[in-house]
C-alpha cells in the first residue's frame, strides 16, 4: 500500500485505520511493532499530517504484553494482547482462534466475555490449544463438551494437552465440571453463558508464572518434546513454591478420538454372567477381590483436580469403634434449586467397614456408583410413547409404585417438602418419553425403561421421572456389582415390609454372633450411655435381613438410631447392619443438646426429638419370638456366577423380572450396574398394591392386609 504523506513503497506499512478508512503515515514497520532501524515505533504514528490520525482508543500501559503467534504455518490471526493485571480491559485486537494461546484462567475468559471471542465447537475443545504443525503426528480433535453451556454461545475452556498417539491425554473438563455443582447451579438459572465470575485470589506474580509456564510447555510440544508431565494437569502453589501433577487419564469413548457408541454397545450387549471365585469371604461380602486390592486398583480415580473423587476422609466425629470414610458429593442428589443444592453438598456419598481399609474402599465405590450413575450424554435411548413401544417397554408405575390415592393426593403430599416423600405427576402413556435398554436376566431378552429413572440428572426430567440409587451397586466384577445391588433390593424391600406396616420381629441374638466386631460395637455404645439390639426382617426371598438399633439410655430424647444390612451370609448381614448404624452415630454424638445435629434432614431431626421405643414399639424385638442369628435358606456358592443364577431363579419364581443396566464407564472401568425388579418395594412411602400388602399375610405376621389409614406415614430417612 502507498501511504499518503510519503513515497515510500513498502508491504508492511502501517495498516488502515479501522475507524476512518485513512492510511495511517509512519515508517515501515516490522511484524513485532518495530522500525527496521530496530527502535519501537508507535501502532498509530503521529508524523504524518493531523488528519491521517485514527480516532483514540484504550491502549495498553508501554510496552504492551504480547504473545506472538505460531510460525506461518500453524498461525491463524495476528499477535493477541493480554492486559497486565490491574490495569483494566480492553478488546482484543483479533479474535481466540486455534492458533492463538491463553493461559487458563487468563483476562477475558470469564470475567470479562467482552474481551474474548471463543471458536466455534467444531473446531476448538474446551481448551485452549494450539494448531499442531503439519509434522505433528494425529491428535485428539478439539470438541466443546456437551451440557456445560444448555444456553450457548461461549463456554468456559479448559487446556489440554495431546500426546503422539490419539487419546493419550483426555479433557479434564468433565471431572471439573463434577467437583463445581453450585457453579453450574448459578450458571444455569442465573441464565449466564459462561461460568460465574468469582473474585480473583492471586497475585500478579503467581499469575505471570503460570502463564510463563503453560506458554514454555506448549512451545516444547511443538518442538516435539514428549514427556510424561504432558499427561497431566500442573498445580503451582506459589506459597510453598511446589508443584503437583494430577494425571489426565484418556477417555474411550470420546467423541472426537475415541468410540462415541463405545457406552451406547455396552449398554446394548446382553448380560451374560462369568465364572469369578469368591477371593474374600471376611468382612464386607463375597468378592473376586480383596479391599486393598480395590484400592490398589483404582486408586488413581481419587483426585482433586482430575479424578471422579476429590478425597477420600475419616468422617468427623466418628467414635474409636466406627469406620466411617466421606468421598464427596452424593449426586443422586439433585441439585435444581438452591435447597436441594444445599442438601446434596451436606449428603455426602460414604462408605463403612469393618476396618479402616474395608471402608475407604467402600466409599471409594460408592463415589464411583454415583458418577457413573450419572447421565453423561452417551447413553442408548429410544423417544416413543409408551402406547406405541408395546409389551418390551416396562411401564414407570411398576417400578415407582405409588398408589392411586398417592397420585391424586400428590399436592398434600408434596406440601411437606420431603424430598423423601415426593410423588410425581401421573405418567401419561401416549407421551413421549426417553427410554434407556436393559437386560432381563429372567427372560434373556431386551426391555426398555424409561431413561429418566435409571440415570441421575442435574434437571427434573419432563416426564415427572426421577432416579434414585436403589439397585446401584460397584462392585470388584459385573457379577459381584449385580449381587450387590440385588442384595439391596432385598433389603429395603424387607424394611419397607417391616416399617410401614409395623410389624413385630424377632430379636437377633447378638451373643450367638460370636464376632468381635460385634463385641466391639456393644461396649463402644455402652460407654456412650447407648442400647444396642438388633432385628430379624428376612422375607420371602429367604436372604437374612437384619436391623441393627440404637439408643441413648436414661435420658430423653432417645435419639433412635438405625442401619440395615442383607447378605448370603446372616454374619455378614449383621456386620453391615452395625456399620450403617455406626454411620448416623457422629450425627447423635454425646454433648449434643438436641438442637444442633450433623444432619440437617428435617425428617432425621423429627425423628431424633420425638421417637422413642414406647411410642414406636415396633422398633422392639416381638417378645413371642426367641432370639435366634438371622436365619435363611440360600445356598453358599463359591463362585458368584452361581449366586448370580440363584437369585435370578428366585426372582423368576415369584413371577418377576429382574433387570440389568450396565453403567461401567470405560474411562473408569469399575464395574457399577443398575438393578431392577418391578415390583420389589423401595422403603420409602409409596402404597401401591402388591409385596407391601400381601407378603406380611402369607409369612403369617398378619392375619390380614394393613388399611391404607393405618400404615406408617414416617418415611425412613437412611
Avoid at 477381590?289 to 488413581?300: A, E, K, N, V
Wanted: net charge positive; with cysteine; glycine share 8%.
Amino acid at each position: 500500500p502507498r501511504c499518503a504523506d510519503t513515497r515510500r513503497r513498502s508491504s508492511r506499512h502501517c495498516w488502515t485505520a479501522p475507524a476512518t478508512g485513512r492510511r495511517c503515515c509512519g515508517r515501515p514497520r516490522s511484524r513485532w511493532g518495530r522500525t527496521r532501524q530496530g527502535r519501537r515505533s508507535p501502532r498509530w504514528s503521529r508524523r504524518g499530517s493531523s488528519g491521517c490520525a485514527p480516532p483514540r482508543r484504550p491502549r495498553p500501559p508501554w510496552p504492551p504484553r504480547r504473545t506472538g503467534t505460531w510460525p506461518a504455518s500453524t498461525a491463524a490471526s495476528r499477535p493477541v494482547k493480554w492486559p497486565r493485571p490491574g490495569y483494566g480491559w480492553w478488546r482484543c485486537p483479533a479474535p481466540i482462534r486455534p492458533g492463538c494461546t491463553r493461559p487458563c484462567g487468563s483476562p477475558g475468559s470469564a470475567s470479562r466475555r467482552t474481551a474474548t471471542r471463543p471458536p466455534s465447537p467444531s473446531s476448538c475443545a474446551r481448551t485452549t490449544s494450539t494448531r499442531p504443525s503439519k509434522a505433528s503426528a494425529p491428535r485428539c480433535a478439539p470438541r466443546a463438551c456437551p451440557g456445560c453451556s444448555p444456553h450457548g454461545g461461549r463456554r468456559p475452556w479448559v487446556a489440554r494437552c495431546s500426546g503422539r498417539t490419539p487419546g493419550r491425554a483426555g479433557p479434564v473438563c468433565p471431572r471439573l465440571r463434577g467437583h463445581r455443582r453450585s457453579e453450574a447451579l448459578l450458571q444455569r438459572h442465573l441464565g449466564l453463558e459462561g461460568p460465574a465470575g468469582r473474585p480473583a485470589g492471586q497475585l500478579p506474580a503467581g499469575a505471570a508464572a503460570a502463564a510463563q509456564l503453560a506458554a514454555l510447555e506448549t512451545a516444547k510440544w511443538l518442538a516435539g518434546i514428549r514427556h510424561a508431565g504432558q499427561s497431566a494437569v500442573h498445580v503451582l502453589d506459589t506459597l510453598r513454591l511446589t508443584t503437583d501433577a494430577h494425571p489426565v487419564a484418556a477417555l474411550p469413548q470420546c467423541p472426537a478420538c475415541g468410540d462415541h457408541e463405545l457406552v451406547a454397545r455396552q449398554v446394548c450387549a446382553p448380560f451374560v454372567p462369568v465364572s469369578r471365585p469368591k477371593a474374600n469371604q471376611d468382612s464386607g461380602g463375597h468378592r473376586a477381590l480383596t479391599p486393598q486390592q480395590m484400592l490398589d486398583r483404582y486408586g488413581h480415580l481419587v483426585d482433586p483436580v482430575t479424578g471422579v473423587i476429590r478425597d477420600i476422609s475419616r468422617a468427623r466425629g466418628c467414635p474409636d469403634f466406627v469406620e466411617s470414610y466421606l468421598s464427596g458429593q452424593n449426586l443422586a442428589m439433585g441439585a435444581a434449586s438452591l435447597a436441594g443444592l444445599r442438601a446434596g453438598l451436606r449428603a455426602l456419598s460414604g462408605g463403612k467397614g469393618v476396618t479402616a481399609t474395608d471402608a475407604r474402599t467402600s466409599a471409594l465405590c460408592e463415589a464411583v456408583e454415583r458418577y457413573s450413575g450419572t447421565r453423561h450424554g452417551d447413553e442408548p435411548v429410544v423417544v416413543d410413547s409408551y402406547a406405541a413401544l408395546g409389551p418390551a417397554a416396562v411401564h414407570p408405575r411398576e417400578c415407582q409404585l405409588y398408589s392411586e390415592r398417592q397420585l391424586s393426593e400428590r399436592d398434600a403430599w408434596n406440601a411437606t417438602g420431603s424430598w423423601l416423600s415426593h410423588v410425581p405427576e401421573p405418567f401419561a402413556d401416549d407421551r413421549p418419553t426417553e427410554w434407556t435398554p436393559v437386560w432381563s436376566m429372567t427372560e434373556n431378552t431386551q426391555r426398555l425403561l424409561p431413561t429418566s429413572l435409571l440415570y441421575f440428572g442435574q434437571e427434573p426430567a419432563a416426564d415427572g421421572l426421577c432416579a434414585d440409587s436403589n439397585g446401584n451397586a460397584a462392585g470388584s466384577s459385573p457379577e459381584d456389582a449385580l449381587l450387590q445391588g440385588f442384595l439391596e433390593l432385598v433389603e429395603r424391600d424387607a424394611v419397607a415390609l417391616w416399617w410401614y406396616n409395623r410389624l413385630r420381629q424377632p430379636a437377633v441374638d447378638l451373643d450367638s454372633a460370636d464376632d468381635p466386631y460385634v463385641d466391639r460395637v456393644r461396649t463402644g455404645c455402652r460407654r456412650a450411655g447407648r442400647e444396642v439390639w438388633a432385628l430379624d426382617l428376612t422375607s420371602d426371598f429367604g436372604i437374612p435381613v437384619v436391623a441393627a438399633l440404637s439408643r441413648r439410655v436414661g435420658s430423653f430424647p432417645e435419639e433412635i438410631v438405625f442401619g440395615f444390612g442383607a447378605h448370603f451370609d446372616p454374619r455378614i448381614a449383621l456386620r453391615r447392619a452395625l456399620t450403617e448404624m455406626g454411620q448416623l452415630l457422629p450425627a447423635v454424638a454425646p454433648g449434643r443438646d438436641g438442637a444442633n445435629y450433623a444432619i440437617n434432614d428435617p425428617e432425621a431431626v423429627r425423628w431424633w426429638q420425638t421417637a422413642t421405643v414406647a411410642n414406636q414399639p415396633y422398633l422392639a424385638p416381638d417378645p413371642s419370638a426367641a432370639p435366634t442369628l438371622a436365619h435363611g435358606c440360600f445356598p453358599s456358592h463359591t463362585d458368584l456366577r452361581d449366586d448370580v443364577t440363584a437369585v435370578t431363579e428366585l426372582v423368576r419364581e415369584r413371577g418377576m423380572d429382574l433387570l440389568v443396566l450396565n453403567q461401567t464407564r470405560p474411562d473408569l472401568q469399575l464395574p457399577v450396574v443398575k438393578v431392577v425388579v418391578p415390583g420389589m418395594r423401595h422403603f420409602w412411602p409409596r402404597f401401591a398394591d402388591g409385596r407391601l400388602f400381601d407378603v406380611p399375610v402369607a409369612l403369617g405376621r398378619l392375619s390380614e392386609p394393613t388399611p391404607y389409614a393405618d400404615l406408617n406415614v414416617v418415611p425412613v430417612f437412611v
